[in-house]
């Protein structure tokens, strides 16, 4: 018997709160019937079996088309939300039953079914959340009314009690925690799918395109955490917001991204150094004459910048790792000189091509960090 791996246990895990989630449902939602969405498409779309013998409704694509029409990302209304989250047997109990039943045959890739499962527990997880926080009780006065004395003085007043302070509005924390959430999902997928210079000058176009309008002054601090590049957090430390909220945002991104990032310049000045570079092909004469370590750098940054597999400056300590990274990354280049010639048939390109150089590249160049270098020793 197979040990379930830690993905299937995840999985697992993961239905489970599904379950759960879906025993809570709040009465507010609508109960589901046969004539709704879900039954109806469980019924058009049928699971295989001895009736169905069409070999293009594979149990795997019958699982993706019905999650795709009922649950899919293109499938929400105008606030977000997923359309056809109902309660009842002929609802989200159909849909657990048969994310168990699909589970327990192996019907789906874990992988794929994993995010559309996580959709179904966030959008559930916001449906419990808003109706606990509409269905919260209000708080009332505890005061009694003492019975009239006679005796007491009649100008006398009793002292009169404070009004209990509202509780906060929960409007950027249920943005920040919920709807932030699910904006996100669809934000990065239309963010990431941008000409890629869009993306390096102005990382956070994202807004405009994706975020709705009421939505941006709670988001703009909260997305600089959630980006995980250096690039985002040395954003996040810095004061920026945009001044006002008529402010021109995408003007601002590029002036923001232009005056604390530099970035190109800096490329164009490590490309244009490392073009100069001459570099040798022969492994004799470096082992004979390895020269400085100045020039070492450079040509190791050289062939950095065709090799991958180059080690970077941070991990060469001394000269004899310089010079043993060198000699591995000329082999490495004289075995490409040598596939090219053979695709190409061409005898004149020989492995003695000791000036040979690289086009140089563009300001946006893949150049390693470390490799950026410091040029003076």
Known sequence: MSVPSAAFKQFEKRLALLKTLTSKIPTTVPLAKQEDRIYEIFQKIPVPGPENNDPDLTPSFVFNRRMDILFGEDVRDENGRLKYILRGKYGMDLVVNYFTSSLATATFGLGTAMVKLERLIKELEFL????????????????????????????????????????????????????????????????WTLPRICQIVDPFRIFHLCFPEKLRPYLYRLSHKRFSTDLQSRAHKLDCRPPSRTYNTTCYWRHFHAKHFPIDNHLLKVNNELDKVVCRLDIAIIKSSPGTNASLDLEIGWFRRLDKEVPI????????????????AVERHLIRIAKAAQQLGSPELTLEQNNYTHPRPSSDSDVDSDADMELAY
Do not use: H, M
């Open 313 to 328: 400056k941070a991990r060469l300590g001394n000269k004899e790792l310089k010079v043993q990274a060198l000699i591995q």
């Open 128 to 191: 419990c959340a808003s109706s606990s926080t509409q269905s919260a009780p209000k708080k009332r006065k505890s005061a009694t009314v003492e019975e009239y004395n006679e005796d007491e003085d009649e100008d006398f007043q009793p002292p009169k009690q404070k009004r209990a302070s509202a509780s906060p509005e929960a409007g950027p924390a249920l943005v920040s925690t919920i709807v932030y959430e699910k904006v996100w999902a669809s934000a990065c997928t239309t963010f």
